[in-house]
């Protein structure tokens, strides 16, 4: 008996030992360890996903669409859940009809299903109603106008696996939007299910871009580039069209001719330096004439077409014409003709220093601020207080020695045609947000004044004498008149750095010739056949004209275009006479034409501005700018700091940071 007894009160301490075991093991991990507990179950009950945001849509000018993503839909099909299985392999054979045989093998063997795709919404519209199926939305960038302009728009981060490009970079944090988050539910397999009402956090779409482009245009500068490289097989070719009132590029097209024979697009209109040639001649009769170092009588000898330079040590060099004249050239003949001789004659009347300054001042050397990743700046030879008449001087004169880009080219060429106002170029003509609120406008935005407005219209007249009947670019003349000059520039092997007998055809000009609207420029590296600027440019030119006149919607106001050709005015002494035109507006004052003085001038405060807007700031006092430090950062300091002064084209160097400063 004492032994059963002795057994019991065993038993019952051990129920208590191993109650009060149980009881203090539960404390524990409900007082102790109760939130880690909580969090380990939920983390694998529910599982978090990413909610995409819709990507902005970049528009035309006329807001056709370009780039835009559209939601499509990715298809999970769980076994367990399927309840009728005919009728789902039926719907899905009649609306998928890929994989169906996967899918029925996959379902009949109890495994679950996935099909990638994407897949449009009236796919999946019947698929979405039966049970077992489930639809994750994701967006792809789609472009309706196929390849039309896709160097300039690119490609986003992740789209088809490739590297963001293009303006998809440049404007990501624009573009993209904010993505959302959800909470799914999880089994012990794994599988997720959509739990209602458990979204954390809205998906915020990203805005909206309109590009200054015209799409119309855009066609028209491929098309004609793509026919000049079956027909004549260049090396590359750039055209680009640029409305001189605001600015903005309506079209940019480039080819290029890769080892192998392929021809791809690509961006070079911002990025490739080339030398002008011919069609800079019109910068150094801008400077010669702004200074007032040739008027309308001003005549040198023609040499008939060829010259030899004195050099020191009794040597020569030889400067020739591709079009020999005899007598004595004027200024304006000198542009008419094209004539080497007769520009580097006139331009041993400037200093160094003066004629680098007004190639700086149009906007060579030095990236335009467009809005586009990866813009070059082209190449100006530095220290011009060492340049040598017969060599840098008469270089440059002819549009050798320097390099500049395609949307330099163009911008410079607004600038004459804006009565000497450079511009900067752009891109980006708005953007807004989904509910329509215009977050952004582009508005005209001043560089500096090159020349004045005499001048400007001075130079007009002789790109008129150059495009007339007796001039270069007479093939470029259609309806309304065209203004513009030729370029044949000898090519630069970049391995013997010797000129080799390869050239390229060119050509810059206004339209129309009255209150020009566009600015075009052509160049065309390497042409099979014929190779001159007014054989192979000016047609090219005349041509894409001719079909934006008779375009459906472009730029261009068809009401303002003359029904026949300007009036090419005389070589004589009237050809220096401006013709009186109306003067451009502009969203900011601007003053006379800078004087190139030596006195000295107070350096602006520009600290914690942009780099850029800092540059176009210390330009317009009459300063060079040279920087140190992030191209695209904030100004942290300038040498010499602000308020000390300057001489007149001295430089100011710009020290940056890639953040504001605190």
């Not at 179950?41 to 528009?59: D, F, K, N």
């Not at 140190?628 to 700091?641: E, L, M, Q, R």
Request: avoid cysteine; charge should be positive.
């Amino acid at each position: 008996m004492a032994n059963v007894d002795a057994r019991i009160k065993a038993i019952q301490a051990m129920l208590v030992v191993g109650g009060l075991a149980v009881l203090a093991r539960a404390g524990y991990l409900q007082l102790y360890r109760g939130g880690e507990m909580r969090h380990l179950a939920e983390s694998r009950r529910t599982v978090s996903r990413a909610l995409p945001a819709q990507r902005g849509v970049i528009y035309d000018r006329g807001e056709t669409a370009l780039a835009q993503s559209l939601e499509r839909y990715r298809i999970d099909v769980s076994a367990k859940q399927v309840k009728d299985l005919a009728a789902l392999l039926r719907v899905y054979r009649a609306d998928i009809g890929s994989r169906t045989e996967q899918l029925r093998s996959r379902l009949a063997a109890g495994r679950d299903f996935y099909a990638h795709g994407p897949f449009t919404a009236g796919q999946v519209r019947r698929l979405r109603a039966l049970d077992g199926v489930t639809l994750t939305p994701v967006y792809r960038r789609e472009y309706p106008s196929g390849p039309l302009a896709r160097p300039l728009i690119g490609t986003p981060a992740g789209d088809s696996g490739t590297v963001a490009s293009g303006l998809e970079r440049f404007l990501d944090s624009i573009l993209a939007g904010r993505p959302g988050e959800a909470t799914l539910l999880r089994d012990r397999q794994g599988r997720t299910y959509e739990s209602p009402g458990r979204i954390l956090r809205e998906p915020v779409p990203g805005h909206d871009v309109i590009l200054t482009i015209d799409k119309e245009l855009q066609e028209i500068a491929e098309g004609a580039l793509a026919a000049v490289f079956r027909d004549a097989t260049p090396d590359r070719g750039d055209i680009v069209f640029l409305d001189p009132r605001r600015g903005e590029v309506l079209a940019a097209a480039s080819l290029e001719r890769r080892p192998g024979g392929a021809v791809a697009a690509s961006a070079s209109y911002f990025q490739l330096a080339f030398e002008p040639g011919s069609t800079a001649k019109p910068f150094t009769a801008a400077a010669l004439l702004e200074l007032g170092r040739v008027d309308a009588e001003a005549a040198v000898s023609a040499e008939n077409g060829s010259w030899k330079m004195p050099m020191p040590g009794g040597r020569f060099r030889t400067i020739e014409d591709d079009h020999p004249e005899e007598g004595r050239l004027t200024l304006a003949r000198a542009v008419q003709v094209s004539s080497n001789i007769g520009l580097v004659k006139f331009a041993t009347r400037l200093q160094p220093a003066e004629h680098y300054d007004f190639l700086r001042a149009f906007g060579f050397g030095a990236p335009t601020g467009v809005d586009f990743s990866g813009e070059g700046g082209g190449v100006l030879p530095a220290l011009p207080h060492r340049w040598r008449a017969w060599e840098q001087t008469a270089s440059v004169a002819m549009g050798y020695a320097f390099m500049v880009t395609p949307i330099q080219l163009a911008a410079a060429y607004g600038a004459l045609a804006n009565d000497g106002v450079l511009l900067a170029p752009a891109v980006v003509k708005e953007i807004r947000g989904k509910d329509g609120t215009v977050l952004y406008r582009h508005e005209p935005m001043v560089v500096r004044r090159v020349v004045s407005p005499e001048t400007a219209a001075t130079i007009r007249r002789y790109l008129a004498l150059s495009a007339s009947d007796s001039g270069t670019g007479r093939r470029a003349q259609v309806k309304g008149g065209v203004l513009g000059k030729t370029g044949t520039a000898r090519l630069l092997d970049q391995e013997t750095k010797r000129y080799v007998d390869r050239r390229a055809a060119s050509f810059a000009g206004l339209y129309p010739a009255k209150d020009p609207q566009l600015v075009v420029t052509v160049r065309i590296e390497n042409p099979k056949g014929d190779y001159y600027g007014g054989l192979v440019a000016a047609p090219l030119v005349a041509r894409m004209l001719r079909q934006a006149i008779g375009a459906r919607r472009t730029a261009l106001d068809r009401a303002k275009i003359a029904d026949d050709r300007v009036a090419a005015p005389s070589s004589g002494p009237s050809a220096g006479k401006p013709t009186p035109r109306r003067a451009v507006r502009v969203p900011l004052p601007i003053g006379a034409a800078p004087t190139r003085s030596a006195g000295p001038l107070e350096v602006p405060d520009v600290l914690g501005q942009g780099t850029r807007n800092a540059a176009r700031v210390l330009h317009a006092r009459g300063f060079r700018v040279r920087l140190d430090g992030a191209a695209s950062g904030f100004v942290s300091a300038t040498v010499p700091a602000a308020g000390e002064s300057l001489v007149a084209g001295r430089t100011v160097v710009i020290v940056s940071r890639k953040d504001p400063a605190p």
